[in-house]
């Protein structure tokens, strides 16, 4: 089985790149109009939809130094980063967990399906040229898995005014250095994009007066890690409104994984091998030169990922090995169609295609798992001068043909739906409603995986049903934006992690979950050399409880989240950023305790100060220097798994 299920998902991407080619010179009929309304904005093809709650930019990505995608997360609005005692970097939005969020890279699915997981901090940020963010309930365009928030990441795409030429070496703590390469280009209507990089940094110190459970000294044991990345992206215009683009990206990567404090059975880890290659193709066309639009994404990926599992603390006797393959096919076709000046219809189809497989030292029979996820969707949009409407439904169907040799589930289906509206009191003030309904399968290694000893399979749980219900309030004036969001949503059998009394976990459902909270976030650029963003949010969420109270504590859903970000040119050609983050009022389970234990909250403020010249008139350059955990706090975003000190960096900038 596991010989013949990889070539024939590769057979079929092969067949949908020759399919959408071949029909190229059906669509690419040249045309010079350009359809605009209030939420969405068409040209050519290209439909921005839906509207982000927050757009973190090029710029900003930037200036963050961000090594990875865990790093610039910190911006996001409600957005909390942890990291987990498998050393992933995950992330929570609103009170969701990533499992529950849908994570974009050019319209593709990020994460793995087996467990609708990736390791954010093994993800680069060479090539991004932005991250948009919807929390609550996102479009049913997108299919299943987005019950909680859509993050859509967006590469570089190059034009005449904006090219990225230049190479970045930083080193610092650690001893850490990171080389990058970026490179774009233009010529006539083909253009393209390479980037590389790569990356590496010892065990990290943590903060003063802090010593290792493990070793005893100022180092965090087996935090060491290495990666590699290259992207390359070509894209072929044929007229004004149609394209072609074709991407490759692969990220090898090697690290340790902390082992947690104060636990019976730690995880002492190795990932030798995180090897992930991605092929993508996108396309855009104008449909036979009318108002009728098609977007489509195709993608391939393969992931290669080993876990050495080892006795103790010295790492140098095995006690397991966890072998993982992965291959996934994935294809999404959007429609859109002008049925008027004042209303838009869309249809958006998916199919996702993954087989799993692994084994293990102690067990090296292939065990098999393989998933097929279809999404069907459709919406409308009215819009009048003061309102936009917005009604769509959408059917997400799932089967696991292959489980493992475990109980097998029946195929799954549920229906979803989104409403909403908004009223424009001007073109600067504006608010919006929105009511919908999503869902979410059980992804395979919630279901059937042991972890390594560390879970009890659960493979009756059941689906996941969220309501959600939000209004926000947009108001943007001179060079300033305010949002203001209050939600709520009641989940319905949310799978939650309880322990058991041989100092396991296990994957329950929760009858009902209830949270509501607010955010506001602010955009104020009082004047040319000064940019301040502040985000401040609230999130209270509790399951119903025996007596049937919305009082039972749920884990790492923090109360409290705010960051700030100020970024000031204070002299000429210098430029200073304050960057701050707090967490407060977080509850975790620690191994062995029924009981939750609120986690101490914490405030950490990072510095950095550039200055930018030109070695030549075509060369401009910038050296910059950036304190992490400026104030060395000792802070823990999951029980058990302290995180790093004060951190210093160095680094030079050259532009060609």
């Given at each position: 089985?596991?010989?013949?299920?990889?070539?024939?998902?590769?057979?079929?991407?092969?067949?949908?790149?020759?399919?959408?080619?071949?029909?190229?010179?059906?669509?690419?009929?040249d045309?010079?109009?350009?359809?605009?309304?209030?939420?969405?904005?068409?040209?050519?093809?290209?439909?921005?939809?839906?509207?982000?709650?927050?757009?973190?930019?090029?710029?900003?990505?930037?200036?963050?130094?961000?090594?990875?995608?865990?790093?610039?997360?910190?911006?996001?609005?409600?957005?909390?980063?942890q990291v987990?005692?498998?050393?992933?970097?995950q992330?929570?939005?609103?009170?969701?967990?990533?499992?529950?969020?849908?994570?974009?890279?050019d319209?593709?699915?990020?994460?793995?399906?087996?467990?609708?997981?990736?390791?954010?901090?093994?993800?680069?940020t060479?090539?991004?040229?932005?991250?948009?963010?919807?929390?609550?309930?996102?479009s049913?365009?997108?299919?299943?898995k987005?019950?909680g928030g859509?993050i859509?990441?967006?590469?570089?795409?190059?034009?005449?005014a904006?090219?990225?030429?230049?190479?970045?070496?930083?080193?610092?703590?650690?001893?850490?250095?990171?080389?990058?390469?970026?490179?774009?280009?233009?010529?006539?209507?083909?253009?393209?994009?390479?980037?590389?990089?790569?990356?590496?940094?010892?065990?990290?110190?943590?903060?003063?007066?802090?010593?290792d459970?493990?070793?005893?000294?100022?180092?965090?044991l087996?935090?060491?890690?290495?990666?590699?990345?290259?992207?390359?992206?070509?894209?072929?215009?044929?007229s004004?409104?149609?394209?072609?683009?074709?991407?490759?990206?692969?990220?090898?990567?090697?690290?340790?994984?902390?082992?947690e404090?104060?636990?019976?059975?730690?995880?002492?880890?190795?990932?030798?091998?995180?090897?992930?290659?991605?092929?993508?193709?996108?396309?855009?066309?104008?449909?036979?030169?009318?108002?009728?639009?098609?977007?489509?994404?195709?993608?391939?990926?393969?992931?290669?990922?080993?876990?050495?599992?080892?006795?103790?603390?010295?790492?140098?006797?095995?006690?397991?090995?966890?072998?993982?393959n992965?291959?996934?096919?994935?294809?999404r076709?959007?429609?859109?169609?002008?049925?008027s000046?004042?209303?838009?219809?869309?249809?958006?189809?998916?199919?996702?295609?993954?087989?799993?497989?692994?084994n293990?030292?102690t067990?090296?029979?292939?065990?098999?798992?393989?998933?097929?996820?279809f999404s069907?969707?459709t919406?409308?949009?009215?819009h009048?001068?003061?309102?936009t409407?917005?009604?769509?439904a959408?059917?997400?169907?799932?089967t696991?043909?292959?489980?493992?040799g475990?109980?097998?589930?029946?195929a799954?289906?549920k229906?979803?739906?989104?409403t909403?509206?908004?009223?424009?009191?001007?073109d600067?003030f504006?608010?919006?409603?929105?009511?919908?309904?999503?869902?979410?399968?059980?992804?395979?290694?919630?279901?059937?995986?042991?972890?390594?000893?560390?879970?009890?399979?659960?493979p009756?749980?059941?689906?996941?049903?969220?309501?959600?219900?939000?209004?926000?309030?947009?108001y943007?004036?001179?060079?300033?934006?305010?949002?203001?969001?209050?939600?709520?949503?009641l989940?319905?059998n949310?799978?939650?992690?309880?322990?058991?009394?041989?100092?396991?976990?296990?994957r329950?459902?929760?009858?009902?979950i209830?949270?509501?909270?607010?955010?506001?976030?602010?955009?104020l650029?009082?004047?040319?050399?000064?940019?301040?963003?502040?985000?401040?949010?609230?999130?209270?969420?509790?399951?119903?409880?025996?007596?049937?109270?919305?009082a039972?504590?749920?884990?790492?859903?923090?109360?409290?989240?705010?960051?700030?970000?100020?970024?000031?040119?204070f002299?000429?050609?210098?430029?200073?950023?304050?960057?701050a983050?707090?967490?407060?009022?977080?509850?975790?389970l620690?191994?062995?305790?029924?009981?939750?234990?609120?986690?101490?909250?914490?405030?950490?403020?990072?510095?950095?100060?550039?200055?930018?010249?030109?070695?030549?008139?075509?060369?401009?350059?910038?050296?910059f220097?950036?304190?992490?955990?400026?104030?060395d706090?000792?802070?823990?975003?999951?029980?058990?798994?302290?995180e790093?000190?004060?951190?210093?960096?160095?680094?030079l900038?050259?532009?060609f």
């Amino acid at each position: 089985m596991y010989s013949h299920t990889y070539p024939k998902i590769f057979f079929r991407f092969i067949s949908l790149i020759i399919l959408v080619i071949s029909g190229k010179v059906l669509f690419a009929q040249d045309t010079t109009k350009t359809y605009k309304l209030k939420e969405i904005t068409v040209s050519g093809s290209e439909l921005i939809n839906p509207k982000p709650v927050s757009l973190l930019k090029y710029d900003l990505i930037t200036k963050s130094d961000a090594k990875s995608v865990a790093e610039v997360s910190k911006f996001i609005p409600s957005l909390k980063l942890q990291v987990n005692s498998r050393g992933e970097s995950q992330i929570f939005l609103r009170g969701y967990g990533v499992r529950q969020l849908a994570l974009f890279f050019d319209g593709t699915p990020m994460p793995v399906p087996w467990d609708n997981r990736i390791d954010l901090s093994l993800v680069p940020t060479n090539a991004l040229n932005s991250i948009s963010i919807s929390g609550g309930t996102p479009s049913v365009l997108f299919g299943a898995k987005t019950m909680g928030g859509l993050i859509a990441l967006e590469s570089f795409i190059p034009s005449a005014a904006n090219k990225i030429k230049n190479v970045y070496y930083v080193f610092g703590s650690n001893d850490s250095h990171e080389l990058k390469l970026n490179y774009s280009g233009i010529s006539g209507l083909f253009s393209y994009v390479f980037s590389f990089g790569y990356e590496k940094s010892g065990e990290y110190k943590l903060p003063a007066n802090t010593s290792d459970f493990y070793s005893g000294k100022d180092i965090r044991l087996n935090t060491d890690h290495q990666r590699f990345n290259g992207f390359v992206k070509i894209i072929q215009k044929f007229s004004e409104f149609s394209q072609l683009s074709l991407s490759a990206s692969i990220v090898d990567a090697e690290k340790g994984v902390a082992p947690e404090y104060n636990v019976k059975k730690p995880r002492f880890w190795r990932y030798p091998l995180w090897r992930k290659l991605t092929l993508i193709l996108n396309g855009k066309h104008q449909l036979f030169n009318t108002f009728h639009t098609l977007d489509y994404a195709v993608s391939l990926s393969g992931f290669k990922m080993k876990i050495n599992q080892y006795t103790d603390a010295t790492f140098s006797e095995l006690d397991d090995v966890e072998n993982n393959n992965d291959i996934v096919l994935y294809g999404r076709a959007l429609y859109t169609g002008f049925l008027s000046y004042s209303s838009v219809l869309k249809i958006s189809a998916s199919n996702l295609n993954s087989v799993h497989v692994e084994n293990f030292l102690t067990d090296p029979d292939d065990k098999i798992y393989s998933q097929n996820v279809f999404s069907f969707g459709t919406e409308y949009e009215y819009h009048t001068l003061k309102n936009t409407f917005l009604a769509g439904a959408g059917l997400d169907w799932q089967t696991t043909p292959e489980t493992g040799g475990k109980i097998k589930r029946q195929a799954e289906s549920k229906i979803n739906f989104k409403t909403g509206l908004t009223h424009y009191f001007t073109d600067d003030f504006s608010t919006q409603l929105i009511f919908g309904k999503k869902s979410r399968f059980p992804t395979l290694r919630e279901l059937y995986s042991g972890a390594l000893g560390r879970f009890v399979p659960n493979p009756g749980l059941k689906s996941e049903d969220v309501y959600n219900f939000e209004t926000n309030f947009s108001y943007a004036f001179l060079n300033n934006e305010i949002k203001i969001s209050l939600f709520y949503s009641l989940l319905s059998n949310g799978i939650e992690r309880i322990t058991l009394p041989g100092k396991q976990f296990k994957r329950v459902n929760k009858d009902k979950i209830r949270t509501w909270g607010t955010e506001l976030a602010l955009q104020l650029n009082p004047e040319k050399e000064l940019n301040v963003n502040l985000n401040i949010s609230y999130l209270n969420s509790f399951a119903k409880n025996e007596k049937g109270k919305f009082a039972d504590t749920l884990e790492y859903k923090p109360r409290l989240i705010a960051n700030a970000q100020i970024d000031y040119k204070f002299i000429k050609n210098f430029d200073f950023v304050f960057e701050a983050n707090f967490i407060g009022e977080e509850y975790g389970l620690k191994e062995g305790s029924i009981y939750f234990q609120k986690l101490p909250s914490y405030l950490i403020v990072n510095s950095r100060v550039s200055y930018n010249f030109f070695l030549n008139k075509s060369m401009p350059m910038e050296i910059f220097f950036r304190v992490n955990n400026l104030l060395d706090k000792l802070y823990f975003t999951q029980w058990g798994l302290p995180e790093k000190g004060r951190e210093l960096l160095m680094g030079l900038k050259i532009k060609f």
